[in-house]
Nanobody
Framework: QVQLVESGGGLVQAGGSLRLSCAAS????????MGWFRQATGKEREFVAG????????NYADSVKGRFTISRDNAKNTVYLQMNSLKPEDTAVYYC???????????????????WGQGTQVTVSS
């Protein structure tokens, strides 16, 4: 049974930093493209960042480029999202997701992902 568990969310002031982690179990995470998505209250879930199986290809939403960094440690079955220079508009529930497709391409569409974590709340105060 595949399970993704996010951690690291919390309350931070604008300009601060947080590091989210996504631990995978029941699966070898190196077999999956991994993505981070977020969903603010009343809004649709949106792509934040994604990383291919080896970690050699990364993709970011324009709104987080230069501030967020996605990485993975396949030995630990864990994916990370380092978030710097946080803004109030980054406030959302953040989800990690796994795409088991053979293409090894980061897809920005949520429907492409097969497994999801339960989410972790990130709140940025102004």
């Amino acid at each position: 049974q595949v399970q993704l568990v996010e951690s690291g969310g919390g309350l931070v002031q604008a300009g601060g930093s947080l590091r989210l982690s996504c631990a995978a179990s029941g699966v070898t995470s190196s077999s999956y493209v991994m993505g981070w998505f977020r969903q603010a209250t009343g809004k649709e879930r949106e792509f934040v960042a994604g990383i291919n199986r080896s970690g050699g290809n990364k993709n970011y939403a324009d709104s987080v480029k230069g501030r967020f960094t996605i990485s993975r440690d396949n030995a630990k079955n864990t994916v990370y999202l380092q978030m710097n220079s946080l803004k109030p508009e980054d406030t959302a529930v953040y989800y990690c997701a796994a795409d088991r497709s053979w293409t090894n391409i980061v897809i920005v569409t949520p429907t492409a992902y097969d497994y999801w974590g339960q989410g972790t709340q990130v709140t940025v105060s102004s």
